[in-house]
């Protein structure tokens, strides 16, 4: 009976968490939608000219690395859900997570060089990439850290994935 209990208590765990992976993308995705219309130079500009700005593109092209992460991170769930966290599908997802949070770090700090060499090059009055940079070192960092965090549960996942086999294979 507590064997059952725990089993549904995990899988609600796991449906929740899901939830919020699929919550944080679709929020993600607004934000992308939405932003551009709103903030820096592109609010004097018409919609064409808005989503083809090379800034904005560029955005758009680094956070499919996000994207892929939140699914990967969604299948682990679901992994995770029908006990099967203990496969070599596991530990894909997290190698691709962690490679996922890599790209994206580099991609940000790319665009931050950018930014902070392009306003050397000729600044503006209105232009001040001071927030635009702190914002990238934070999200680096955050990448970094969940970068790390893949990599350490990967490598333990492997481990535990080749004893298993190791295991299965004496019985």
């Not at 939140?70 to 962690?98: C, D, E, M, P």
């Not at 930014?115 to 000729?122: A, K, L």
């Amino acid at each position: 009976m507590n064997n059952l209990k725990a089993l549904s208590m995990k899988r609600s765990s796991t449906i929740f968490l899901q939830v919020v992976i699929v919550l944080i993308g679709i929020v993600a995705l607004a934000i992308m939608i939405r932003f551009p219309l709103t903030e820096g130079r592109a609010t004097n500009l018409d919609l064409f000219s808005i989503y083809f700005d090379p800034f904005i593109v560029y955005g758009y092209l680094a956070s499919i690395a996000f994207f892929v992460a939140l699914y990967q991170a969604f299948k682990l769930l679901g992994y995770i859900g029908q006990n099967k966290v203990f496969s070599l599908n596991s530990v894909k997802a997290l190698r691709t997570i962690q490679y996922c949070a890599t790209t994206l770090s580099i991609l940000i700090v790319m665009a931050a060089l950018y930014i902070r060499i392009s306003y050397g090059i000729s600044p503006t009055e209105d232009d001040d990439p001071a927030g635009f940079i702190a914002i990238s070192i934070v999200t680096t960092f955050i990448s970094i850290v969940i970068a790390t965090a893949a990599a350490v549960f990967e490598r333990t996942l492997q481990s535990a994935v080749e004893l298993k086999s190791e295991n299965d294979l004496t019985v």
